[in-house]
């Protein structure tokens, strides 16, 4: 198993590597800074797609030793003053949360050196410029040690190693072909210059046959102490005796139904990255024995991004919703994940309200009380919207935090040009009806339109799915009138794809655009499927010309987040 603290290492070569390797001479100089934006373009992504807090990035710096040693030609006038500036400008894009390394190289091709260096005293220079240098962490550097070096006149330069006190030195002395009893030759010679360092192989194991990666590892084992255990025993996470993690009712014998898993997919939309702040936030919060409660958790998307993020932490998760198809999706997901549970939110016909989170949890759960409760893409849904929040308040514990978010609230905050997610479909309906007013594709569906009371009664519905959109101000309100006091409040864009959007969209058509043919809900039959097509395109060409035919549109999500005193 990976332990807690490791991270995951991206090691890339410094863009003066490839244009030494494989640009002529006379190109040299124009194409480096070309490639060495698109590396950190790269370096970007990456930056941008993994979590700080389990990301190290490791400049792998060989050419540089090469033409320190005079065996490369080089297109800038000082070699040394050249190799360091590269170096430290690569450092200035790596943030100071993500663990920085530099892994100093001279050459592994058929395990040879382009030079035998004469000890150790270029990367030992290289090093302390770095460690003086740079305007971050340094977390370590790896120097290279050859095989043959077992003589006081090699590691003699590491006594004037200055190093900050959180940079971990490892030299690159162990080697297959001599095993333990070499390793332990170069430890102690090095042992007389300098201490508290580790070790590793003076490369990579890219190019070493796979047969030789047990003997390597058996080599590592034995020459070094054993990795210290993170102080303190981990909490595990349990649920309190007697609760029914997946309840014995109805919809959990069902079967898994095709519209859940069609919703399912909607995390694999571009403008599904409003669940990441959202991600981090609980990542920051949530401790080992924590249990979260996913209020309208549907089909478990944000469980799923979740689990990527504090993969190594015992948190419990309830998820919680008013859909038996989209909880029997989760249901399949999680049902063998112990640390999982479910519940549905029952509507009472009688009293004309959902079931309150309490009311569904069980006195157990109840007794033990939740950590956190978040809701992402749906406040904006919830009718009854300050006993909700009040329920939430009665089932969290003193400190409990909300984390709340969505695309559908009105934020003061948001720019001129970004959209209010819903809000698009309201438009959509008024670019639908001047196109089938004055497009002859559309003729058929003209006449529906001086239909008043249909008109109305199709808009009503609309509504009814995609609710009218409430000022910021009125959640900061419910949420301070329920006990909670907000903590945080900020607004994120987001880019959503027109094509995703549609296709979202197009599991609701009958709300969007129900007037084209005819709709169950309103007029009490369904639509045919020439019907159905007309209306799918409808909306699509609604759209395209609604975003004048751009593949993508910003959207604003306002995130709030708040405490239980």
Same mark, same amino acid.
Not at 251 to 272: A, I, S
Not at 276 to 299: K, N, W
């Given at each position: 198993?990976?332990?807690?603290?490791?991270?995951?290492?991206?090691?890339?070569?410094?863009?003066?590597?490839?244009?030494?390797?494989? $640009?002529?001479?006379?190109?040299?100089?124009?194409?480096?800074?070309?490639?060495?934006? *698109?590396?950190?373009?790269?370096?970007?992504?990456?930056?941008?797609?993994?979590?700080?807090?389990?990301?190290?990035?490791?400049? =792998?710096?060989?050419?540089?030793?090469?033409?320190?040693?005079?065996?490369?030609?080089?297109?800038?006038?000082?070699?040394?003053?050249?190799?360091?500036?590269?170096?430290?400008?690569?450092?200035?894009? $790596?943030?100071?949360?993500?663990?920085?390394?530099?892994?100093?190289?001279?050459?592994?091709?058929?395990?040879?050196?382009?030079?035998?260096?004469?000890?150790?005293?270029?990367?030992?220079?290289?090093?302390?410029?770095?460690?003086?240098?740079?305007?971050?962490?340094?977390?370590?550097?790896?120097?290279?040690?050859?095989? =043959?070096?077992?003589?006081?006149?090699?590691?003699?330069?590491?006594?004037?190693?200055?190093?900050?006190?959180?940079?971990?030195?490892?030299?690159?002395?162990?080697?297959?072909?001599?095993?333990?009893?070499?390793?332990?030759?170069?430890?102690?010679?090095?042992?007389?210059?300098?201490?508290?360092?580790?070790?590793?192989?003076?490369?990579?194991?890219?190019?070493?046959?796979?047969?030789?990666?047990?003997?390597?590892?058996?080599?590592?084992?034995?020459?070094?102490?054993?990795?210290?255990?993170?102080?303190?025993?981990?909490?595990?996470?349990?649920?309190?005796?007697?609760?029914?993690?997946?309840?014995?009712?109805?919809?959990?014998?069902?079967?898994?139904?095709?519209?859940?898993?069609?919703?399912?997919?909607?995390?694999?939309?571009?403008?599904?990255?409003?669940?990441?702040?959202? $991600?981090?936030?609980?990542?920051?919060?949530?401790?080992?024995? *924590?249990?979260?409660? =996913?209020?309208?958790?549907?089909?478990?998307?944000?469980?799923?991004?979740?689990?990527?993020?504090?993969?190594?932490?015992?948190?419990?998760?309830?998820?919680?919703?008013?859909?038996?198809?989209?909880?029997? $999706?989760?249901?399949?997901?999680?049902?063998?994940?112990?640390?999982?549970?479910?519940?549905?939110?029952?509507?009472?016909?009688?009293?004309?309200?959902?079931?309150?989170?309490?009311?569904?949890?069980?006195?157990?759960?109840?007794?033990?009380?939740?950590?956190?409760?978040?809701?992402?893409?749906?406040?904006?849904?919830?009718?009854?919207?300050?006993?909700?929040?009040?329920?939430?308040?009665?089932?969290?514990?003193?400190?409990?935090?909300?984390?709340?978010?969505?695309?559908?609230?009105?934020?003061?905050?948001?720019?001129?040009?970004?959209?209010?997610?819903?809000?698009?479909?309201?438009?959509?309906?008024?670019?639908?009806?001047?196109?089938?007013?004055?497009?002859?594709?559309?003729?058929?569906?003209?006449?529906?339109? =001086?239909?008043?009371?249909?008109?109305?009664?199709?808009?009503?519905?609309?509504? *009814?799915?995609?609710?009218?959109?409430?000022?910021?101000?009125?959640?900061?309100?419910?949420?301070?009138?329920?006990?909670?006091?907000?903590?945080?409040?900020?607004?994120?864009?987001?880019?959503?794809?027109?094509?995703?959007?549609?296709?979202?969209?197009?599991?609701?058509?009958?709300?969007?655009?129900?007037?084209?043919?005819?709709?169950?809900?309103?007029?009490?039959?369904?639509?045919?499927?020439?019907?159905?097509?007309?209306?799918?395109?409808?909306?699509?060409?609604?759209?395209?010309?609604?975003?004048?035919?751009?593949?993508?549109?910003?959207?604003?999500?306002?995130?709030?987040?708040?405490?239980?005193?």
């Amino acid at each position: 198993l990976v332990p807690v603290a490791c991270r995951f290492q991206v090691c890339l070569p410094t863009p003066l590597a490839p244009i030494a390797a494989f $640009v002529v001479p006379e190109h040299q100089a124009l194409l480096e800074p070309i490639y060495e934006a *698109q590396l950190l373009g790269e370096l970007g992504t990456i930056l941008q797609e993994m979590p700080h807090d389990q990301l190290a990035i490791q400049w =792998d710096t060989n050419f540089e030793f090469g033409m320190l040693e005079g065996v490369f030609p080089v297109w800038f006038h000082d070699v040394k003053s050249g190799v360091l500036e590269r170096l430290l400008r690569l450092s200035r894009h $790596v943030p100071a949360d993500v663990q920085l390394g530099y892994h100093f190289c001279y050459g592994d091709v058929q395990h040879r050196h382009f030079k035998e260096p004469a000890d150790a005293g270029k990367p030992v220079d290289v090093a302390n410029a770095l460690a003086a240098s740079l305007s971050r962490p340094l977390n370590w550097i790896h120097l290279p040690v050859p095989r =043959d070096r077992m003589d006081e006149a090699y590691y003699a330069p590491l006594r004037g190693l200055r190093l900050r006190p959180e940079t971990e030195l490892y030299l690159g002395l162990v080697h297959h072909t001599d095993g333990v009893e070499g390793t332990a030759r170069r430890l102690e010679a090095a042992r007389r210059f300098v201490s508290g360092f580790g070790i590793a192989t003076e490369c990579g194991w890219g190019r070493r046959p796979p047969a030789t990666s047990p003997e390597l590892l058996r080599i590592h084992r034995e020459s070094s102490l054993p990795v210290q255990p993170a102080a303190g025993p981990r909490r595990r996470f349990q649920w309190p005796p007697g609760f029914q993690r997946v309840p014995d009712e109805d919809w959990t014998h069902q079967p898994v139904d095709t519209f859940g898993l069609r919703y399912d997919t909607v995390e694999n939309h571009g403008w599904y990255r409003n669940l990441d702040p959202t $991600v981090e936030d609980l990542a920051r919060h949530l401790a080992d024995g *924590q249990l979260l409660i =996913d209020y309208s958790g549907g089909t478990g998307i944000l469980l799923d991004r979740l689990n990527l993020r504090i993969f190594d932490r015992q948190v419990g998760t309830l998820i919680v919703d008013s859909s038996p198809k989209f909880l029997r $999706v989760a249901l399949d997901k999680f049902g063998d994940e112990e640390r999982v549970a479910f519940r549905l939110l029952r509507w009472l016909k009688e009293e004309r309200r959902l079931q309150l989170l309490e009311e569904v949890l069980g006195p157990e759960l109840l007794a033990r009380r939740a950590d956190a409760v978040a809701s992402t893409n749906a406040i904006h849904l919830y009718r009854d919207l300050p006993e909700t929040l009040a329920s939430w308040a009665r089932v969290l514990r003193p400190g409990g935090r909300v984390f709340v978010q969505s695309g559908n609230i009105r934020n003061p905050q948001a720019r001129e040009s970004e959209w209010i997610l819903d809000e698009t479909v309201w438009a959509i309906h008024e670019v639908a009806t001047g196109l089938v007013r004055n497009d002859p594709r559309y003729a058929a569906y003209r006449p529906l339109l =001086d239909d008043e009371p249909r008109m109305r009664a199709h808009v009503a519905y609309r509504d *009814q799915v995609f609710l009218p959109v409430r000022p910021l101000d009125h959640y900061l309100r419910c949420l301070e009138g329920a006990g909670f006091a907000v903590e945080e409040v900020t607004a994120r864009t987001i880019e959503a794809r027109v094509e995703d959007w549609f296709e979202f969209l197009s599991a609701y058509h009958e709300a969007v655009l129900g007037w084209v043919g005819s709709s169950v809900k309103v007029d009490g039959a369904a639509p045919g499927p020439e019907a159905v097509s007309d209306r799918l395109a409808l909306i699509r060409h609604a759209m395209d010309t609604l975003f004048g035919g751009r593949p993508s549109f910003r959207c604003c999500w306002t995130y709030i987040n708040g405490v239980r005193p």
